[in-house]
């Protein structure tokens, strides 16, 4: 068995990356991709690597010689890369095509040497290696029947998203026979090179092929097996977190990124906090049924939108203002109207970290689950030089949760003491609470101008990609000025439409966090049966939980990683005081029993 590597090509979509060298000597993590396919190839027992090089080919040999791993070398000159497609490429390394077994493949790709693996251990002799295909996918897909023979090879003009179900991306490793080659792909690539011309790519020539009778082609769908392609910088950095060298790098690569893991349709994230029964299908349906017009439409300004927002959340007009998520709207009171601020350790990192250490003045709970009450804040902060007082609640990550009630006595006692009082309720919808819970009430807003409620729409409605959140006060002063300080079009076509269509699904958003509030105390029942984890009490859509054994908080979140589950590690907070914590968000009945499964297996 041998490999044939199309290594041409200038990778000119890589920048500064690739202008002194190809594509298959990018460093990812410090090894060459053509190092990582050697030593596969070392692995699995190819005899002879055949290499077409053209750009900057005298690099590539002078790196590798004519062996490298115990591998012989032999190299295909393409003399005139910048003017032609792979297939001239592959053209051009037929003698060899037609010699022996042969793996082909490009050189822009990563994967896990067990990806060869399975293609040789399949006993068919001609096989596409292939995956399901998922949104970061670029290039060819298939389809492919139930035996899976290729039905049909599909390029970008014939693409259709409605048919994404059933397509299969080529993962453009491919496993061919001698007797497959000379017979059928070698004869055609050349009637199709003079035929065509030499600006094509060689998957044409397999669709070809495929119209014979009997083609004797067919397809293997990968099963978890990690691989990647390299076009561009944002698939050097993604690659780069997939192959880290070490479980603490792979975990942090995941961890910083924030978001974005659509990227990664496998992956399960219990990081990252929202509502798992809202929206419903029906709304999603009615923004996709006007996707067209919003994604060509200017949004409305401030005065339309804090107008959809009052209408929602029953608050005045001046009394609200609508953010791009509610990070936007926290960096700018945080930053212009705070002064020192006085809040509970471990807490929502984005509003101490806008302040200087010498303007927080923060309270840590000594009890065991880092709960507290309206008691205990007013018994520390009474004494304490500070203009604001911050309370997320529920808290995050401890799930803390103070009443109703005693936030109406808070609210009293800070505007005698002269602060600013900011509440940030972003979670409370969660709260298996009887009777009022929010503060976002006109009454309560105007008799307490000094009170600020923060709620995120990100997190308890579910719709995290539209980035809204929003902000009331009955300083109006304030509010006014916030406003302005935004952009004018500081949420998109896509949030405004949201809020328009809001209030015809509030019985379902109700429903919702009613579902939703099972679904948390059937998690946590599960989540106590795993012998080395204590759960705390929460009244938010995650749990904070204690290693008591077997892990550490970071050795069990990398250990999940390797899983494809994300969960966070808490135990570097400085207020954690190094206990192994972690933080799990809930999901819905399948992810969470899963999660439980793969704890108990661990």
């Known amino acids: 068995m041998q490999a044939v590597i199309l290594a041409a090509g200038m990778g000119k979509r890589l920048g500064e990356y690739t202008k002194e060298n190809t594509k298959c000597m990018l460093e990812v993590n410090g090894i060459k991709l053509i190092d990582r396919a050697m030593e596969s190839f070392s692995k699995v027992g190819v005899s002879r690597v055949v290499m077409v090089v053209g750009y900057m080919r005298d690099k590539v040999k002078a790196y590798l010689g004519n062996e490298c791993q115990g591998v012989r070398i032999e190299y295909v000159d393409n003399e005139i890369y910048d003017k032609t497609n792979n297939i001239y490429s592959l053209y051009l390394a037929k003698d060899y095509l037609i010699e022996e077994d042969t793996l082909l493949l490009e050189s822009d790709l990563i994967f896990e040497p067990c990806v060869l693996t399975r293609l040789l251990d399949d006993k068919y002799p001609n096989i596409a290696l292939v995956d399901k295909y998922e949104s970061w996918m670029d290039g060819t897909v298939v389809t492919l029947d139930d035996d899976n023979h290729i039905t049909r090879f599909i390029d970008k003009e014939e693409f259709k998203y409605k048919e994404i179900k059933d397509y299969y991306k080529t993962v453009n490793i491919y496993k061919f026979s001698k007797e497959f080659l000379s017979q059928y792909y070698v004869p055609f690539l050349e009637a199709y090179s003079k035929a065509l ?22 397809a293997l769908p990968l099963d978890g097996e990690t691989w990647y392609e390299i076009d561009d910088l944002q698939d050097l950095d993604i690659a780069s977190g997939m192959f880290a060298n070490t479980d603490e790098e792979h975990y942090m690569a995941y961890i910083c990124r924030y978001g974005g893991y659509w990227r990664y349709p ?7 906090l929202v509502n798992p ?23 409305s300004g401030m005065k339309v939108n804090s107008l959809l927002a009052s209408k929602n959340f029953g608050v005045k007009e001046d009394y609200i203002v609508v953010g791009n998520g509610a990070a936007e709207l926290i960096k700018a009171l945080m930053e212009g109207y705070v002064g020192t601020l006085g809040n509970v350790l471990p807490t929502f990192e984005e509003y101490p970290n806008r302040l200087a250490k010498e303007h927080l003045v923060q309270y840590i709970p000594e009890t065991e689950d880092f709960h507290y009450t309206a008691e205990d804040l007013r018994n520390y902060f009474g004494d304490k030089d500070i203009d604001t007082l911050l309370l ?19 609210i009293q006692w800070t505007k005698e003491k002269g602060m600013r009082f900011v509440v940030d309720e972003s979670f409370v919808d969660f709260a298996n609470v009887d009777g009022e819970y929010s503060l976002l009430d006109n009454s309560i807003l105007e008799t307490n101008p000094h009170l600020f409620v923060v709620k995120s729409i990100s997190k308890s409605y579910g719709v995290p990609g539209l980035r809204l959140g929003i902000m009331a006060s009955g300083d109006t002063e304030v509010i006014a000025r916030m406003k302005k300080d935004v952009a004018i079009w500081n949420i998109n076509s896509f949030g405004e439409f949201y809020m328009q269509i809001y209030e015809k699904y509030k ?34 859509n995650y749990f904070l939980c204690e290693i008591t054994g077997k892990f550490k908080s970071r050795e069990l979140a990398m250990k999940l990683l390797r899983k494809n589950i994300l969960i966070k590690d808490c135990g570097g907070k400085a207020a954690m005081k190094g206990r192994n914590l972690i933080r799990l968000a809930v999901r819905n009945r399948k992810d969470n029993s899963y999660l439980v499964e793969q704890l108990k297996a661990l």
């Open 197 to 218: 011309g030499n600006n094509e790519y060689y998957e044409q020539v397999l669709k070809v092929i495929l119209h014979l009778k009997h083609a004797p082609l067919k």
């Open 266 to 272: 496998q992956m399960l994230d219990y990081c990252y």
């Open 277 to 299: 029964y809202f929206p419903p299908q029906r709304l999603t349906d009615e923004i996709k049924a006007s996707f067209d017009t919003l994604i060509r439409e200017y949004p």
């Open 392 to 410: 997320i609640n529920p808290d995050n990550p401890s799930g803390n949760y103070i009443s109703y009630d005693e936030l109406l006595e808070l």
């Open 507 to 540: 019985n379902n958003y109700e429903e919702g966090c009613r579902l939703f509030r099972e679904e948390r105390n059937l998690f946590r029942q599960e989540l106590e049966q795993v012998p080395y984890i204590k759960v705390f009490d929460s009244q938010a």
